[in-house]
């Protein structure tokens, strides 16, 4: 299996921030990501959308986030572009944000 994650899926429809994290976990354990426990039960899936949203402005917010989920430690860097680690090895990186927030591939 790959360990590359993109912000979009295969129907070209982009995705939130906390999705592309389920997804990133899922594709470093070579899982399916419905076989995850809910991401909420670690953090606020619309916390974590929120806080990677544009600003008011519609600027880019910048920033770093660390938690754990399922027992990976997970790492979303987010500036012009977002990466995912997942246990120190990265798994989602160059996915653009689109205006709305939401990730798409660079």
Do not use: C, K, M, Q
């Given at each position: 299996m790959s360990n590359s994650v993109s912000g979009s899926s295969s129907d070209g429809v982009s995705e939130s921030v906390s999705v592309t994290v389920v997804n990133a976990v899922a594709t470093?354990?070579?899982?399916?990501?419905?076989?995850?426990?809910?991401?909420?039960?670690?953090?606020?899936?619309?916390?974590?959308?929120?806080?990677?949203?544009p600003t008011r402005t519609g600027g880019p917010r910048r920033g770093r986030l660390e938690f754990t989920y399922d027992g990976h430690a997970v790492v979303v860097d987010c500036g012009d572009e977002v990466?995912?680690?997942?246990?120190?090895?990265?798994?989602?990186?160059?996915?653009?944000?689109?205006?709305?927030?939401?990730?798409?591939?660079a």
């Open positions: 470093h354990r070579e899982l399916d990501p419905t076989e995850l426990p809910p991401l909420y039960e670690w953090v606020d899936p619309d916390a974590l959308d929120a806080l990677f949203a990466s995912i680690t997942v246990d120190g090895s990265p798994v989602v990186d160059s996915v653009a944000r689109s205006e709305n927030g939401f990730l798409t591939e």
